[in-house]
Each structure stands twice: as structure tokens, then as C-alpha cells.
């Protein structure tokens, strides 16, 4: 990395992609070809180059790749759970793997089949692995977090080694602030949602195209659509149409389809069939369900008007969002401006770019949208924004008059400062202004069956009859309920009591049908099942949130004289203030405040010395 890296050559000789012979001067190419290896720079993927070393990194690129780290930590740590799904559908199943208790949605009944326990399957060591290291099942929850965070931090630094050789040194390295320090990856790398994982194997597929591995670019698509989601297999068609079309490797190609086929897609339907007990090709039923079925429709579960996706991505990236959407036009105007000193080879840079306007092409009509659908093209949005932005660097320094270039030096502290602000802050503002759910769940791991508080070292509820346990319910606010891996299950239960809500919410599994069993009182078309719900006179606690007018089936519990607060966080009001509260870490906030209470009789040796108020910033 001996040249400049905020340089361009004028002449086209020096690119940040590589070394570029002019095309009748032979000794100029003999004089490169001998020149000390201390001189030479990083050469194109047409001349095979080789890896760079951990070595031979800058002090920069080593830092940048402890921040991603640093980052994905933090997120594992931090994070909230922002899609119910994730709940109910991998978190509540997981934990009826290992600890036979735990919420089953429709999609996991047998009749239907469309969601895989083979991805559960492949995390539940990390759970185990957690729940011998920690005195709760909570330390369990945050090692699975670890793992995901630490493949995405594993992916995103090959993404990062590989943009260095073929998009250059500066476009590598805004890529991993952008990677870094995004709320979109702080929210997608430890979410435990198949839209993630799909996110990390299409960024070593990506890495893998760049390198030239057929069989690797395959493998990590393969297991992206299969082993993820099916529908991440498009993100492939742009390596496929490569392989086949231009550069006409069939035979490889061909033979790294059918072997990454059989790595993932028959493990996957061995474990499914097992715990449906039937042979099950679940990312199969997934694409009849939501392609083929005139029976049911995703649009029962919500829909969104087109610019969803794209004031999502605004608020997750902020200006890199953006850009990446320019990226071709920017590149156009590049190639017009820069002619031969053009810095990024074609091919490299349509890869790019692809695959995320394909995925955008697919799912922006879709009217049922949320926002885990953008996660498997994260990556390529910071890519192709750290490309652009590189670009429109290099366009400015070409047409701006001679004394007006020296302002060009600031066009990438400024963008980077701009970003970075923003994205800490609306990282910052989702960690408090909606992180109480977590916080106030975190109590009730403390507790042991004997009533004991494990954390704190004391007695905090009496004890109820042998075998019965203390019932924890939600009404309105179950969908922010983070799992059964919160609540010690031989002392808490967890309970829905009706709502406004009329909807199907989720079912508890049943021991005597474990996951081969049809379940009862199941529908497809998110009807409302009474069954569901309990008495509320039966319930111990009751997590709630205030704000909003009371009603008869949603009563404010924190007024009521039958029940006394245990516990107290706050929520940012969703209403009105959204913006505000989304983007920008400020103290002008309405709140509504999240808390646990509990009914009369369920008495505290302690008063409310054990349970804490936490989260308080109303």
C-alpha cells in the first residue's frame, strides 16, 4: 500500500483496483512486471492476485476491523428485539427444544410446515453452551446473540479484506464505517431471524465471487436460500448469470450447485422430518405458501405503501441509503469524467450493485413489507454507498477548478462525520427509549423457584403451593415480549389476557404432541382464537405500558387498586414524535411508561427493595 490512497493516477496507469498496462507499451508492462515487490501494487482479479496478509494491514484497516467487531459486540449486547417474529417464531421454538416450554405459532403446526427446526437446530449448541456457563437461562439467550453477531462481524471483515483488493483501499474503508456503524447492521447482525443469517452468507457469497471461488460463492448462496430463506436465493442470480453466461464455467458451476445442494438441502430435510415426524421440505412449503396458495395471503399480517423501504433504509443508513441508490448514475458519470482513469473495474462494480436492485425490485411492490426483508442486502447498501460516495470524490476532484480541489480533501470527513453522528444517535435512542421491555423481563430471571433472588442474594416472594407457579401476562403488549428465556421456568409461566388485538397470537407448545403433533385451535388466516387468552384475575403480574385511552379490555393496570407497580421503564411514544425519537437522541420525548405489576396478594418479603426501578427517564 505504497501509493496514496486519496490519489488518482491522471494518466490511468494507477487505480485503486489494480495495476493498468496501457494497451501498446510493452516496456512499460516489463518495467511494472519487474519492479521490487516493496513497489508493486494490489493487481486486478484478471491477473490472480494474492490475499493480503493480516500483516500487512495498516494500523487504519486493523482499527476499523476491531470497531466492526467492537460493533457486532455491542449489538449482541444492546439491541432490541424489534420484530415479534423473531419471538414467536425461532426464540419461543428454541426454547421448547431445549427446555419442553415455549409458544408455537401456526406456521410451526404440521399441517402447514413452514418454518425449519433444522436453523434452529445449528444454534441450539450455542444455547446449551450458555446454559452451562450462566446461573439463568438469559446467559443462554446472549449466546446465541454472540454467535450471530460473531459470523456477521466474521462476514462483514472478509467483505472488507476483499473491497480492499477489488474496489480499493478508501472505498474498503468506508465500507467498514459504514458497516460499523450503521443502525441497520447494529439491528440485523444478532437478531435471530433467517433474514439475517441470509445477510451473512450473501456477503461471503459476494466475497467469494470477487475471489473467483465458484464452489464458495455457490455453497453460501445455497445455504442462504435453503438453510435462511428461500427468496435470498435471488441475490445469487447475478453470480449464476456470471458464471454462465460470461465467463462460461458450466461444468463448475453446475457442479457446485449440485454438490451445495446436497450439503444443505438434505441435512435440512433430515432434521425437519424428524421433528415433524413426515418428510418436510420446509423452504419449499414457505415459497407455495407465499407464491402459489389463493388461500391465504401475507397481506393478512399488515400492509405498507411503496416508500416503506425506502424511509426505512433512510433511518437506518441515513445518507449512505442514498447513495447506494445512486450508485449507478454516479458510476455513469465517473466513467463520462474520469475516462480511462475510471478507478473500479465493470464487472466487480455491477456485482455490486445487482443484487440489491433485484431485491429491491422484488420486494418494494410487495404490499405486506417489514423491514427484516431489507436485511439480507445490508452489506451490498454500505458497499455500494462507500462506492459512490468514493466516486463522487473522484468526480469533484477532476471538474472543480484548480483552487477549489483543496476542498475536496473535506468531502469524506464531513460525509463520514455527518453519518456517524446520526447513526450513533438513533443507536443510542433505540437502546433507551426502547429498551425496557428487556430491562424490565431481566427481573424476573433473577428469581429461583425457591423465590430466591439469585442476582441479589434474597428473599423476594413467598413461596406459592408445591408445583404451582407464578403467572406472568400481557395483554396489549405481547408483541414485545423477548422470550421464554427470561422467565426461570419452574417458577414463572407466561400468559396472554385479552386485548383490542384480533389476531391469532401464538399457542403454547404441548408437551404430549412435542412438534409432530397437530395442534389444536390453529388457523392460516389470523383469526382470532379465544383459547389463547386466560383470565386476568388469574394472573400474578402483569406487564403493561401506559398511555393511550383506557378501555375495558385494556384498563391502565398501574392505577388500579388491586394491583401495585413492581417496576418501572419507559417507552418512546409512537405517535407524533416518531421522527424524533427514531433519529435523534433528545430529551423532549413523550414517554409512556412500560412497568410490572403485581396483584395485591402476591406479597414481597422486601416491599420493592428487590425489584428496582430501572429505565426511568420520564
Known sequence: QQHDIGKMGKKGNLTHGGTKAKANDKASKSSTSSSPPSQSLPQSRATSPSRTSWYEWSMVDLALVALIVTARAAAALYSNISDCDETYNYWEPLHFMLHEEGFQTWEYSPVYALRSYAYLFIHSPFAVLGSFLGVNKVLSFYAVRFALAGLCAFADVQLFKAAKIHYGTVAARLFGVFSALSCGMFIASAAFLPSSFAMCMSTLALVSWLHGSVLGSVFFT????????????????????????????????????????????????????????????????????????????????????????????????????????????????????????FPLRFNSLVQALASMFIWLAIFVPQPHKEERFLFPIYSFVCLSGAISLFLLQQIAQRILPSFMKILTKFILPVA?????????????????????????????????????????????????????RYRVCVGKEWYRYPSSFFLPTDTFEFSFVESEFRGQLPSKFLPELGTSGIPPNMNAMNEEEPSRYVAVDTCDFMVDVSG???????????????WKVRSIGAVCLSEGHQMICFIILVHQCLYQFYFIVSIQNTTFTRGTQSIDCCCCFG
Open 222 to 341: 445455497a445455504a442462504s436460500g435453503i438453510v435462511a430463506w428461500p427468496f435470498a436465493a435471488a441475490l445469487g442470480v447475478p453470480i449464476a448469470l456470471d458464471y454462465v453466461l460470461r465467463r462460461r464455467q458450466l461444468l463448475p458451476f453446475f457442479g457446485a450447485c449440485i454438490l451445495s445442494l446436497f450439503l444443505c438441502l438434505v441435512p435440512l430435510v433430515i432434521v425437519d422430518s424428524f421433528y415433524y415426524d413426515k418428510l418436510v421440505v420446509a423452504p419449499l412449503n414457505l415459497v407455495l405458501y407465499n407464491v402459489l396458495s389463493s388461500d391465504t395471503s401475507s397481506e393478512l399480517y399488515g400492509t405498507e405503501p411503496w416508500p416503506f423501504y425506502f424511509i426505512n433504509g433512510a433511518l437506518n443508513f441515513n445518507i449512505v441509503f442514498p447513495l447506494a441508490l445512486m450508485t449507478p448514475i454516479v458510476a455513469i458519470f465517473a466513467k463520462l469524467f474520469l475516462g480511462d482513469s
Open 416 to 468: 463520514l462525520t455527518v453519518f456517524s453522528l446520526l447513526s450513533i444517535s438513533r443507536i443510542a435512542a433505540l437502546h433507551m427509549y426502547y429498551g425496557a421491555p428487556l430491562s424490565i423481563y431481566h427481573h424476573f430471571s433473577s428469581f429461583s423457584s425457591e423465590g430466591t433472588n439469585v442476582l441479589l442474594n434474597s428473599t423476594a416472594l413467598i413461596p406459592k403451593l408445591e408445583n404451582e
Open 548 to 562: 393511550g385511552p383506557a378501555t375495558a379490555l385494556e384498563p391502565n393496570f398501574a392505577l388500579s387498586q388491586d
